[in-house]
């Protein structure tokens, strides 16, 4: 892989900045944008006659509307300016949220103006393509064969996750229907019905493609869950990490398959899927005749930025088919860290050898001495994304995309029969294609954010080189945090100790910790504490401009993830008494994806300026509670 | 009503123009929206040290960077001004796509820099602030109670179709788990499960209220199809006009409910669904104990925008309520044509009567003496919308809002509890109201929508004043093109004769029509020419920027349309076999969304124009064919 610094980019100059410091190349290109599209209009047969003259633009009632416009403009600017979250800042580490790239916000500007709809390229001949050659750069990007694979956007994750769970129940269907369809029944006469219901995705595939060419695909498809609807029981179950996004759960009851279907996953004290517990649940679902729906696994968890062993998942399937002669459907949510497979690839969109990896990242400086990442487990789940069914992942988180732009990406594109549509007045004589309504779960879109996605995919090629190059200053970044927090002082504020806690070295770029009053061994005093310091980090006390520091935050539940945050309150040494007794842990929430503490003396002064922030924000939390305990005192 | 001609709105103002006559205005603002943006980052923290110098930004990667960003964007807007269509241009009447508002452009780009995202007001405390008035400015103008209705924008209209197709589904299951439940079965003790599965929907609510006041809710929700999955036979069908937007199929399937469980409701000739028909179903399947599902009534049919008579559905719910005491779920597509309903109501948001409406039409010459619209069945189908259970309405389509915004409202809010869901992680410490996320179907969405749908209502309220001005001038102008179709000249082309022919006067402002020629009594000659004359009135033939005119075409069948299609044919002269064999008429489709053809000279002018471009498609159809004629008999 031949890499010449020359074409390199340079992560500073993507961004319009903290400090607006590229502002006039910002300016230039946005003039230039709509500087274009006003002349298309102009000459499009300029011969015609004028429609709005200036005597007519000067008429009052013609201002009057300019200056209404002006101030409903003027309005909303002002309640943007006061209200808004800056994420643009290294300030903001909370949310999946960072500055987004310019070239994406300027080519979604220049698009909207021509309003393009990729629900048919007849009314989007140009961003119809985009979006046709984005699916397949995220496809490619995942390992999967472009040729093979279908990738298209959608409005978010969510969607995308929905798609991925149609799919995999429509096709669970399909053997069925085969054998109800007295025409394509001798496709499998041999199998019994448990046959039918666990077989392995690629037999349903091809059965797609035997019956296709008998023609008698559409009939069998109305005998599948699309035409005579599901028998929730009959398909069996989805196995979801008990993390569970609730966006399964939404999933399970929108498309009729009951959230008691879920099976939920241990996690293990990674807030990983626990793969020993995995294999247990599926050998006994197997054993008992239990048909599996699907396998979720998450490729960087919402709470945690956790990576699943997509790996031991994908092996599972195969000892399965061995073993018991069935199979099952595996979706990979990566819509937080699915990007980060650009880390894995070369120029040539194949995955490099772990070691060689490694020397390319210390020969390029993309990821120093002295940071462990990645961790060779998370190596082999990105790794094995290739051989997985579906893959969700969102443009608007790690691809550094305005909202809104998620992804779904199918390693084989037959599969979309079993969903797809036609309507005569959108797709009249168009390619087949080139008629996203007709295959997608969404139908109208903007056709500029498939722009967008496109404009910075040109600029940040999906490798090392390209997106690799700007994913990994906040890996970095996350890491140093992680390891400044495990060392960082002990704040003394009026006699009272508060320490720092690193939950765990994350697996992506995703910190998570608390502050601990030393003395107060009570989970319920750690969680209020902890509510309390996000209080005065975010929204919550008062507009976020006026804020030093932002970040998020989350309750971690039994319910929710298991035994997991039962190891991070022993580690800060809580006694199992008090996880019995509370059964969650409040923590602080930090996704670092700012590229600009990429930089060890830059980020020692964050550090220093971060722990005065911390300090400040505990002195006010001991002072509001002494004021409570004066006034408490006072009323008796 | 008062209505000052002062502060009235200058619709030519509204939006840049086809010439960009308010390119001077238009970018103004956009450079003020990019300039508070930019100065609203660099005040953020001013103390703070540099992050990017100009020492930096002058190195050569980092201009190299530039440069190609750039030339990315340069590349972007020589493929749009190739290939994009001239939706802008009243020489543009096809999908329902015209000029958008330049307020709406505006506002879209000056928040999208912000990046907020609906989900959670935790990251978009302004836009989604925003996003619950739309939603209640959007349930007013509908003539709901703002205080009890709900309503929220989504990515289109299919979305919103499924929305309101979960609710129905989930509520139909309601009553069925509030017996099933022990603490909760007295409340409906007296019921068969005919009774249940055919509750009246504000019953179900009345219900879901009693079972909170017990504590018993979730549990309740957890036996719903929610919890359990459905159960596809057992809900009964959903009732859905023939001519079925293909989202219907698509939520069917989507939704498990399959879609053998669609019935088509026939349509009569003007392409609304024949209310006599629909009574006889409705009445056969109370007789046989059938559930309904819900009735789909269609507001703008996409293909001809018919207006389904909603004041007869609403009526006939209440004769089977008396009748038989069964009810079912009324949802109202209205996509395409719900913003219509701001022609109906005044600044009070009151319904005007018809007389008054009319009266206030001509006085404000917002629909001229000579234009009949709107026929008294379609004032009556908008008025009765105030009494259906949900509404889809696309802002992107006659809300004239850039791509995507969809949304729907419903009646009454408690209705959202039966699909709504928390995630910790996303609104912690918020108010219940403010986690869209939570309460939808969809996850991360562009808080810039709901801005630019906000600014949008700001500039041009819901009432006759404000959008019924925007609205009314394609009304007026599809009414002349009607007119005009029905009384123009026959064409005469190297001794061949063609006939223009509308198909019916429209509901709405799509206007449908066909080039007949004289003599060709065959439906296939027709439905072929028609074919040719949209292959060069469309991206088909070459570039957009190179038409003269351009225009969408359908092919309306017996399959989608009944008989409804062979009332045309007839009209035209074919013979009723035409019909029987072919059993589809070709048809071009024009929405004439344009604001700049409400002028009667202009008109008149335009109208020659389209005369002459049609003259020199059929010349060009005529040559192609006598080509095609000599080279055959060359070949011979």
Known sequence: MSHSKDSSINVDALFLGPRSENRVFFKEMMAFAVGEHVHWRANYHPEDPALVTPQQQYQPDFRHTLYRTEDILRQLSARLKAQSVPFFSPRYLGHMNADTLM???????MTAMYNPNNCAAEVSPVTTQLELEVGQQLAQMFGYSPEKAWGHLTSGGTVANYEGLWVARNLKTFPMAIAAHQATADLVADLSEQDLLNMAPDAVLDLISASQQRGEFEAVRDLSARGVGVMPGQLGKLLVPQSKHYSWQKAMDILGLGQQNIVPLPLDENYRTDIGALNQIVDEMMQAGTPILGVIAVVGTTEEGSVDPVDAVVALRERCQQQYGRSFYIHVDAAYAGYARSLFVGDDHQLLAYDDLIAHYRQQDTIPEGVQ???????????????????????????????????????????????????????????????????????????????????AHQLCPLSVNGYGEVIARGIVSADWLAKAIESAPVFNVDGRQFQLNLMMQPDFHMVNFTLKELGDDTLVGHN?????????????????????????????????????PAHFAAQMGFAASEWENTQEVYILRAAVMTHFLRDRARFEAYWQELLAIFERILQQIVEDEARLVRRNAGQN
Chains 1, 2 share one sequence.
Do not use: C
Not at 103 to 109: E, K, R
Not at 530 to 552: A, C, E, I, M, W
């Open 103 to 109: 070239v994406s916000n300027l080519a979604y500007t």
């Open 373 to 455: 990442w990645p961790k060779p487990e998370v190596y082999s789940a990105f790794a094995a994304l290739s051989k997985v069914d579906s893959i969700t992942v969102d443009p608007h988180k790690v691809g550094y995309i305005p909202y809104a732009a998620g992804a779904i990406v199918m390693r084989d594109r037959r599969i979309v029969d079993l969903i797809s549509y036609h309507a005569a007045y959108v797709f009249e004589g168009d390619r087949q294609g080139m008629a996203l309504g007709s295959s997608i779960m969404e139908g109208s879109k903007a056709g500029a954010t498939a722009a967008a996605v496109w404009a």
């Open 528 to 564: 209020a504490l902890n509510q309390k310091v996000y209080h005065y980090s975010s929204y919550l006390s008062g507009r976020p401009y006026d804020k030093s520091f932002l970040t998020s935050s989350t309750t971690l539940s039994r319910h929710e993830h298991g035994e997991a």
